[in-house]
């Protein structure tokens, strides 16, 4: 388990990381979800020891890195993958790891097995691919056979082929009973991999939750209609308490917006019960990756106890599919 408690990382004037507390649970892959520059890999490097928190601190099962008599058979990590000398081989970068580190040899062969690299582990390492590199990054991590694992953008330029491995292997790591916490900037790619997530933006904490019920809340529903008679429903609608917006769909039709997370059997119900006429009737779901930056981006700063109102935000503008690009319909349900 990984606990930071009012995490601070001060660079001069900029505030890097800015009073995170959360926890990483064993068993599960927890996404560290955030744009470029939100403070990730500070974070981890802090959880490291690699950098000093300005105040605040991070420990992993009760106590800092440093006090870890054999840290990596606690804490693995993958930052960099192209840390690795060229000129050595695989074999001979996972050796030297091995005895500097007190961890026995057989180790080596061990975790290049796991990764799949035993086949190549005595060509140099400079002639890796990234793939291969982020493999034998991994296999670093797994040398002291440790219960805790961070990996940093570790899917970052891989091709899709590569992307699935390194997803199926974190979720096996997981399912082994491990901590496993994984950086990335996209929550595409982070709902396919992680079961929790931590959000930050700006090195604020925005959210920590399961990763269904914050792409649920992320991805907010807006039902478009189209009716001969869409004044007559929209004053329906607003006598339920229905917030509601006449606009142009992309083909300049008049339509009726209605947002609240509703179904279209609700909307279509309303209108049958008036006797109005609908044309349309379509369910759109806001673009995820849209609603993503726009709660953790540079145009609006939000803090973890404004969160649901943050989301509540997102979804207002994600129902305008010229606000948002990337609105896309969903078909009626
Ligand atoms: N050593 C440093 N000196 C000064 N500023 C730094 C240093 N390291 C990070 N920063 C700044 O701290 C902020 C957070 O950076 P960090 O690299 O942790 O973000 P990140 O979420 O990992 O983003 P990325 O994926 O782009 O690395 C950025 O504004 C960055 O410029």
New binding site residues.
């Given amino acids: 388990m990984i606990e930071a408690q009012g995490l601070t ?1 001060r ?2 004037a ?4 800015d009073n995170l507390s959360f926890q990483v649970k064993p068993g599960k892959v927890t996404g560290f979800l ?12 802090m959880m490291l020891g690699l ?1 000093n928190p300005t105040s605040g601190d991070v420990r992993i099962d009760g106590k800092h890195y440093r006090d870890l008599r054999q840290p990596l058979t606690k804490i693995g990590a993958l930052l960099d993958a192209k840390w690795v000398h060229p000129n050595r081989s695989a074999r001979a970068h996972l050796a030297w790891m091995a005895a500097s580190n007190k961890l026995p040899s057989s180790r080596v062969d061990a975790v290049l097995e796991m990764v799949g690299l035993s086949t190549v582990a005595n060509k140099r390492a400079g002639a890796y691919s990234l793939g291969m590199s982020q493999r034998l990054g991994i296999a670093g991590a797994l040398l002291g056979d440790p219960e805790v694992l961070l990996f ?2 570790p899917v970052n330029g891989l091709d899709p082929e590569g992307i699935v491995w390194i997803r199926t292997f974190m979720q096996k790591l997981a399912e082994e009973g491990r901590t496993v916490l994984v ?1 990335s ?1 996209l929550l595409s790619e982070m709902a396919l991999t992680a079961e929790e997530l931590i959000v ?1 933006g700006r ?1 604020r904490l925005i959210a920590q939750s399961s990763t269904t019920e914050f792409v649920d809340r992320a991805s907010g529903t807006t039902i478009k209609v189209r009716s001969p008679q869409l004044d007559q429903l929209q004053g329906v609608l607003h006598e339920q308490q229905l917030v509601t917006r006449l606009g142009q769909d992309e083909t300049q039709n008049k339509v009726l917006f209605v947002d609240g997370n509703l179904t279209t059997d609700q909307i279509g119900e309303v209108a049958a019960a008036q006797g109005i006429v609908l044309h349309e009737l379509t369910l759109q779901r806001g673009s995820l990756e849209q609603a993503f930056m726009q709660m953790t981006g540079d145009s609006v700063q939000y803090h973890a106890h404004d969160e649901i109102a943050a989301v509540t935000d997102v979804n207002a503008g994600a129902i305008d599919p010229g606000a948002v690009p990337g609105t896309e319909p969903k078909g009626s349900n």
């Fill in positions: 990382k660079y001069g900029t505030v890097a990381v955030g744009p470029n520059g939100a403070g990730k890999s500070t974070t981890m490097r950098d940093d953008e950086s900037h930050i090195g």
